[in-house]
């Protein structure tokens, strides 16, 4: 088995030189989509007073969530930004481990695997978070009040906060990215030495378990880190003080 794979790619697209999709992200990303969607609506379907089963596990969710948003900011401010943490935690984490499960590859082009190892997906999650953060430190503080924070404590401060911005963006997006990617190549190459012979798959068994609980410690470490910082940025747009 080749690691060396390709991925399915369409350029041009609306006649756009610029404009290319990676058909196996929109894949993934609507697949990971699709299981949040059922496993949340089953999971509220039947709601008790006394939660039991999967509605005491979404509740336990809803309760580590609040907590994390908690410890960034006042909640009388975060919770408007829990539907946020919420769906955002589970993306990452669902996308992370989506990557583990199985590998397709077709005339060498790979169409199943992690959109969280793209990093044109994990930049664009990171850039939609400080947009947020920009939209909702506007409408909280208002537009006067929150442009005061590019200028302090000395006006020419400004260019050091804008380049701040960018600098926020690629760390968020690229540490989610490098750990993903590192993890889906290693995983990769244990399956391709699996493949080669009998003997091959057997001295990749024990590795491959071992790399696979750890792949899902991982997972839920990177999802946890970049919902944390996302609430972390926004708090800093919307209160005042720290």
């Known amino acids: 088995m080749n690691v060396e794979t390709k991925a399915p790619i369409v350029e041009n697209v609306f006649g756009i030189s610029w404009l290319s999709f990676n058909l196996s992200n929109v ?57 946020l943490g919420l769906t955002l935690f589970l993306f990452i984490l ?16 790979s169409w199943w695997g992690s959109p969280t190892a793209d990093a044109g997906v994990t930049l664009a999650l990171a850039m939609m978070v400080v947009l947020l953060s920009h939209f909702y430190g506007i409408k909280l503080r208002g537009g006067k009040e929150y442009g005061k924070k590019f200028f302090e404590p000395v ?28 993890g889906g190549m290693l995983t990769a190459l244990i399956i391709g030495i699996g493949a080669k012979s009998i003997g091959g798959a057997l001295a990749a068994g024990i590795p491959m ?14 999802a946890f880190i970049f919902t944390m910082l996302t609430m972390l940025y926004i708090s800093h747009k919307v209160e005042a003080s720290h």
């Open 27 to 83: 894949l993934m990303i609507t697949l990971v989509s699709i299981i949040i969607f059922i496993l949340c609506v089953a999971a509220t379907r039947n709601l008790k007073m006394k939660p039991t089963g999967a509605q005491n596990i979404m509740e336990w969710y809803v309760d580590f969530i609040k907590g994390l948003i908690g410890d960034t900011m006042d909640w009388k401010t975060g919770k408007t930004f829990l539907p």
């Open 209 to 222: 378990l071992i790399w696979s609980g750890y792949s899902l410690f991982i997972a839920g470490i990177q």
């Open 155 to 182: 006006f020419f401060m400004f260019p050091f906060k804008v380049i701040e911005e960018f600098t926020n963006t690629l760390t968020l997006g690229l540490r989610l990215f490098g750990n993903m990617f590192a």
């Open 94 to 109: 669902f996308s992370n481990v989506i990557g583990m499960v199985t590998v397709v590859i077709v005339d060498d082009y």
